[in-house]
Nanobody, 117 residues
Framework: VKLLESGGGLVQAGGSLKLSCAQS????????MGWFRQAPGKEHEFVAA????????YYSDSVKGRFTISRDNAKNTVYLEMNSLSPEDTAVYSC???????????WGTGTLVTVSS
């Protein structure tokens, strides 16, 4: 299983970005998907997750109401739409795939999001 994130970049505070994470290998619908981030000098942090079918979503308090996670099982892709970005959102964003039967967890290499003030 390989995960490839895209969509990161530089954006001004208050702006928006949409990240994508494309999975290759495995049966995508058997994986719960998540987004995590790590800011410079800070610990790895949970951002959002979505269930296998997409019916359930979960968010950290810091992004609730601003970020939206979604998935397209036909495209083997999970998305993270980020609105009202602030400099505190600057981080490397990585996606994660958790397989429901084997309990294996996979990670992408991440995409950098930089929010300027």
């Amino acid at each position: 299983v390989k995960l490839l994130e895209s969509g990161g970049g530089l954006v001004q505070a208050g702006g928006s970005l949409k990240l994508s994470c494309a999975q290759s290998g495995g049966t995508f619908s058997s994986y719960a998907m998540g987004w995590f981030r790590q800011a410079p000098g800070k610990e790895h942090e949970f951002v959002a997750a979505i269930s296998y079918s997409g019916n359930h979503t979960y968010y950290s308090d810091s992004v609730k109401g601003r970020f939206t996670i979604s998935r397209d099982n036909a495209k083997n892709t999970v998305y993270l739409e980020m609105n009202s970005l602030s400099p505190e959102d600057t981080a490397v964003y990585s996606c994660s795939a958790y397989e429901r039967y084997t309990k294996m967890n996979y990670w992408g290499t991440g995409t950098l999001v930089t929010v300027s003030s």
